[in-house]
């Protein structure tokens, strides 16, 4: 995918594919994946992050969490070697809400995708999947809300595939910057464009 203009090789070659290979992830790999969360910046410091992971070397978790994707998700998702979900904490330690625990979680997610892209995985971000039932088979707390769920892994050959997978397994086009980066006003595009 072409780019305007210039970014990180690792932003360029992030995407979100449907076609994932069973090569499982290296348990170095995933924790420096998870580290990489650990890094991203958050309001307040305040980390309103967690992730649940569960890998396809223990069948039973990884039963589990694939049981909380919707069934059009799980048509894929069940041949990653990783699933996660990731979790936000709704107030800071002094009980003030935190109106910006999902912006962070996000920023957090960000970070592992490209800690993963730069270590020649990819991960697929999926807001099909029912929270509710995360709440009750993780025991979450109702500090806390379930925010999507993540498939993790190294990206699988297209021979073979299904045809409605191959169809889903493209890399998805970007709006251009006059789309969504404004100046002045609502809608009228920042001038340097």
């Known amino acids: 995918m072409e780019v305007e203009h210039p970014v990180l ?3 360029r070659s992030r995407w979100s594919p449907a076609i994932y290979s069973p090569q499982p992830v290296e348990p170095e790999k995933l924790l420096s994946i998870l580290e990489a969360a650990r890094w991203a910046p958050s309001s307040y410091n305040a980390q309103p ?3 649940l ?3 396809k070397e223990e069948p039973a978790e ?3 969490m694939l049981s909380c994707l919707v069934p059009g998700n799980v048509t894929w998702a069940r041949h990653v070697p990783i699933l996660m979900i990731s979790v936000a904490k709704l107030h800071f330690d ?3 809400a935190n109106r910006h625990a999902f ?3 996000g920023i957090a997610t ?3 995708m490209l800690q993963a892209a730069a270590l020649g995985m990819l991960a697929h971000g999926m807001a099909g999947f029912d929270a509710a039932k995360a709440r009750e088979l993780y025991g979450i707390p109702d500090s806390h809300e379930a925010v999507a769920a993540i498939a993790l892994g190294y990206l699988g050959d297209e021979q073979g595939a299904p045809e409605e ?3 889903r397994n493209r890399h998805s086009p970007r709006r251009t910057l006059n789309r969504f980066v404004f100046a002045g006003r609502w809608g009228e595009p920042l001038p340097l464009l």
């Open 53 to 55: 992971v569960a890998r």
């Open 49 to 51: 992050w967690s992730f």
């Open 110 to 112: 960000g970070f592992l």
């Open 165 to 167: 997978l191959r169809k």
């Open 94 to 96: 002094n009980g003030n």
């Open 103 to 105: 912006h962070d979680i």
């Open 62 to 64: 990884f039963a589990r």
């Open 9 to 11: 090789d690792v932003i």
